[in-house]
């Protein structure tokens, strides 16, 4: 099994910044990829960025590309977003995720459906 926590979010203003970190314990030996989804009461998980845990490339969401950038520490199981310009339609529950499954290609990155782990989220506010 494998625990995802979250942490970083907050209130902030239009054009803040804020990263979150998300931190893996337990048996993430097999760790083949991280992401993050935002998820608002009611609407389906939307991708926003995803980083492959063995050679570090990354993939984003078209919403927040430019602004948002994914990262890791292997060392301390931890995954990071760092969100710049923010916009109050950012606001919403960043939830982190893990997949153990080799996937092929770059399109599976997107779908939450194939993560085998998730966090509790953490909210995210920008207000206007």
């Known amino acids: 099994q494998v625990q995802l926590v979250e942490s970083g979010g907050g209130l902030v203003e239009t054009g803040a910044s804020l990263t979150l970190s998300c931190v893996a314990s337990?048996?993430?030996?097999?760790?083949?990829?991280m992401g993050w989804f935002r998820q608002a009461p009611g609407k389906d998980r939307e991708f926003v960025a995803a980083?492959?845990?063995?050679?570090?490339?990354?993939y984003y969401g078209d919403s927040v590309k430019g602004r948002f950038t994914i990262s890791r520490d292997k060392a301390k199981n931890t995954v990071y977003l760092q969100m710049d310009s923010l916009r109050p339609e950012d606001s919403d529950t960043y939830l982190c995720a893990l997949e153990t499954a080799v996937h092929g290609g770059t399109t599976w990155y997107a779908w939450p459906t194939l993560y085998d782990y998730w966090g509790q989220g953490t909210q995210v506010t920008v207000s206007s």
């Open positions: 980083i492959n845990w063995n050679d570090g490339s990354t």
């Open positions: 337990g048996r993430t030996s097999n760790t083949f990829a």
